[in-house]
């Protein structure tokens, strides 16, 4: 601080008075509202004694000394601090014993954290953004296994232990034909069977715990105790619909906190990747030197999206409407791919259906697996098809990725909703001008049963079905392009030295693409839970194994990405990817729970005319005090006060965000002017040289 003023009292004596009076308005301003300078003689000892060592060390570092001073006097402290018998010195040890059990119960936790060694090896070597999507599979694999505990706890153990020893519900007494469902094969089976059974969920499989139309409609009652398997069943999928909800939100609140704390897009890009863009946890050359190439790539896309907006600002009026009616057409030109694809899908899946039950064998498992061939094709074509169009549209890097996002995205998604359109138009047979190939008997079906038995006896399971053919053929597409695309790309890349195999090159590890790949195969999971309860505990199998092709992937055959993508956004855009996926997933259980008729042959739902039904069925068979509590909850004496006092929590996290905020702003003032203190000073050290060159040469003279 000493040589600061004293630079200042020098300038003030050339005759800088206007400056060293706007820099000493400053510097008072700043001790007004921030007085951490204190006399260098101060007693500290008193505020040791009460506060410890952590107080000490603070009022050290808050002082303007040199580093041997802060040294000498912390040496100092130290040497008496023992001697003390005082409540600081108690206060010091209970401090010091605390942080160090944090630190041993972080290091324990590290230990047994699922693939810590693993994920910092690949933070190490290719960065934090390829870090981040093992990190967000990490995520899905531990919500798919609780979520297995969940449903496992509540509906798989309790269906095994009371299936024997419960009643049953007398089944509904409509039309007989209704409650033919017979699943098990009669007579010998070829041995591959058990195998095409295996990869379609039929036969052996179909009737199993795997699927909803095995579990009954078993309601335990006891003087004792008392179970209702068909309301745990709904209830535990609406509890694992709200568990999954809120470690969403927590995860994006805590992505969105690190974002408001960083700055978001309002710090300058060059100054965060040039003072917070070097890994110091990089290890070796080879990490060091994938760390360089990163870091220059980065700046590389960043100059240019400068050099586009320069050139899209010098364009002239034609050029602009050429270049504008070159991107609607190729707009319209991606909208048409997917609608084509949409188009192939609802196709297939209505010709998967209706030839699924004339074909056998061989045949019968590809027209079963035909939709999930369709979606998987379509979800790889299209993406490679809209990234030429792309090359033409002549959008920045970054708004070419979003682009190519949002059109993944849209297509994976879509595609899914799709397919479970058709599968209820034609269970439900609403759609019965639209699929011409309906007859009039299964119309009568139809009006009988209130759902088209007679192709879908038990069509929950079918439905589980479909869920359970798409995740499997992902995980078998996954290890199938790792073994005979992956592999073999990489060895012709290293022994050939023609142009083509140059030109090709290694592939890239491109985190958006993989990210998406694992929100559509979680949305497909969410969609079957609940009509294959064992679903999750199969995602997080194939999330595991995914985990270990994408590590083999990514060490032997990925070199870095060229374009990165804003690891903050990308994290939360993948966030609210995996929410809308969510939404999507909801909406076609509550669909399913409320207005689709559940099968009258399977299932724990078979006497009910909705789901749903078995809700208020249970409520109105509770004791007179339970339902009179609960009429209380839902009445307008209990949701007024509440509404009330959920808007004076949120009156007052808003004000203290708020007064965050404000505290980020004065913070951020005040840094930009200690900023343009010390470029003041440089400036009027610079003008000191200049003005006396002859005072220096007397000097040396």
């Not at 297509?411 to 359109?421: D, E, N, T």
Request: glycine share 6%; with cysteine; charged share 15%.
């Amino acid at each position: 601080m000493k040589p600061l003023l004293f630079c200042i009292q020098t300038l003030a004596g050339h005759g800088y008075l206007t400056d060293q009076e706007s820099l000493r308005l400053r510097r008072v301003s700043s001790r007004t509202s921030s007085p951490i300078y204190h006399d260098v003689n101060r007693s500290t000892s008193s505020a040791e004694d009460d506060k410890g060592g952590s107080e000490l060390n603070r009022e050290i570092r808050s002082n303007p000394w040199h580093m041997a001073q802060k040294r000498t006097k912390w040496l100092e402290k130290q040497k008496q601090v023992p001697a003390q018998f005082s409540g600081g010195s108690w206060k010091h040890k209970r401090t010091k014993y605390v942080r160090q059990f944090k630190s041993n119960v972080r290091e324990l936790l590290y230990f047994f954290s699922l693939w810590g060694k693993s994920l910092q090896k690949i933070g190490g070597n290719f960065g934090g953004g390829v870090q981040s999507y093992f990190f967000f599979l990490r995520f899905l694999v531990v919500l798919n296994f609780v979520s297995f505990l969940l449903i496992g706890g509540f509906v798989l153990i309790p269906s095994i232990v009371f299936r024997s020893v419960g009643t049953n519900v007398a089944r509904n007494t409509g039309e007989e034909a209704c409650l033919k469902y017979d699943p098990n094969p009669e007579g010998l089976v070829v041995f591959y069977e058990f195998f095409l059974d295996l990869l379609s969920g039929t036969g052996f499989m179909e009737y199993s715990y795997m699927f909803y139309g095995y579990y009954n409609n078993t309601m335990m009652e006891d003087r004792s105790f008392s179970y209702n398997i068909p309301l745990a069943y709904l209830f535990t999928a609406v509890f694992y619909f709200a568990f999954c909800l809120i470690c969403i939100i927590v995860r994006m609140g805590k992505v969105a906190r690190v974002a408001v704390t960083t700055g978001g897009s309002d710090v300058s890009n060059y100054s965060r990747i040039v003072f917070t863009g070097w890994d110091y946890g990089c290890l070796g050359s080879k990490a060091t030197s994938l760390k360089q190439r990163n870091i220059y790539y980065r700046l590389q896309v960043d100059l240019e999206e400068e050099r586009l907006q320069m050139h899209a600002a010098s364009l002239s009026l034609c050029n602009k409407i050429t270049l504008y009616s070159l991107r609607v057409l190729m707009f319209l030109v991606a909208v048409g791919l997917l609608v084509a694809t949409f188009f192939a899908i609802l196709k297939a899946t209505i010709f998967s259906q209706e030839q699924n039950s004339k074909a056998e064998g061989i045949l019968a498992l590809f027209y079963e697996y035909l939709p999930s061939i369709v979606i998987t094709a379509g979800n790889f074509l299209v993406p490679l098809l809209c990234d030429q169009l792309a090359l033409i549209e002549k959008y920045s890097p970054s708004a070419t990725v979003v682009l190519a996002l949002l059109r993944a995205v849209i297509l994976r998604l879509v595609s899914l909703a799709i397919l479970l359109y058709t599968l209820w138009g034609q269970i439900t047979c609403h759609g019965n001008t639209f699929y011409r190939n309906i007859t009039e008997s299964n119309m009568t079906d139809c009006d009988l049963c209130q759902y088209n038995h007679s192709a879908y006896p038990c069509w929950e399971t079918n439905v589980g079905q479909e869920m359970y053919k798409l995740t499997l053929f992902d995980l078998l597409v996954n290890i199938a392009v790792l073994v005979l695309v992956e592999f073999p790309r990489r060895i012709v890349v290293d022994n050939w030295s023609c142009k083509l195999s140059q030109l090709v090159g290694r592939q890239e590890f491109g985190v958006p693409s993989n990210v998406l790949g694992l929100v559509y195969g979680q949305t497909v999971v969410w969609t079957g839970a609940l009509f294959c309860p064992l679903l999750p505990l199969i995602n997080t199998v194939k999330f595991v194994i995914i985990f270990y092709c994408k590590k083999i992937t990514l060490f032997n055959n990925c070199r870095p990405a060229l374009r990165t993508f804003r690891s903050t956004t990308s994290t939360f855009f993948f966030l609210a990817v995996l929410l809308f996926g969510w939404i999507l997933a909801l909406v076609v259980m509550i669909y399913s729970v409320a207005v689709i008729h559940p099968s009258q042959a399977c299932g724990p739902f078979r006497v009910f005319p909705n789901m749903w039904q078995i809700v208020p069925n249970s409520f109105y068979s509770l004791s007179r005090v339970t339902q009179d509590f609960l009429f209380f909850i839902g009445s307008q004496a209990f949701s007024i006060p509440l509404f009330a006092l959920s808007c004076v929590v949120m009156c007052y996290v808003i004000a203290l965000a708020s007064i965050y905020g404000k505290s980020v702003t004065m913070l951020r003032a005040q840094l930009k002017l200690a900023a343009q203190d010390k470029q003041f000073l440089v400036k009027q050290i610079k003008k000191m040289k200049h003005l006396t060159p002859q005072n220096n040469e007397g000097e040396q003279d």
